[in-house]
């Protein structure tokens, strides 16, 4: 059973920072890619940010130059490093992998973010 668990969520003020990780349980799955998705109360859930297994980014136009996104491929971890935090960033924060050669993909139970004005 693969299991993906987020931490570091909670409420912070405007211009401040979080820290998100998550964690696979099964290490012998080959990921592809590792990701984070956030949605807010009536939007669709939408990319925030991925890495491929090489190390390549991809960040959603709202949060670049404000978030960073990494992974240990040894450990099957991933975190997100929010800086500049700002209320529009508020939301549940999922994580979700990919597996290689495969359709399988992952989800987290999600972490809430919240940001006050």
């Known amino acids: 059973q693969v299991q993906l668990v987020e931490s570091g969520g909670g409420l912070v003020q405007a211009g401040g920072s979080l820290r998100l990780s998550c964690a696979v349980s099964?290490?012998?799955?080959?990921?592809?890619?590792m990701g984070w998705y956030r949605q807010a109360p009536g939007k669709q859930r939408e990319l925030v940010a991925a890495?491929?297994?090489?190390?390549?980014?991809n960040y959603a136009d709202s949060v670049k130059e404000r978030f960073a996104i990494s992974r240990d491929n040894a450990k099957n971890t991933m975190s997100l490093q929010m800086n500049s935090l700002k209320p529009e960033d508020t939301g549940v924060y999922y994580c979700?992998?990919?597996?290689?050669?495969?359709?399988?993909?992952?989800w987290g139970q999600g972490t809430q973010v919240t940001v006050s004005s």
């Open positions: 890495v491929t297994t090489g190390g390549s980014t």
């Open positions: 099964e290490r012998i799955i080959r990921i592809n890619t």
């Open positions: 979700r992998v990919t597996v290689l050669f495969t359709t399988e993909d992952y």
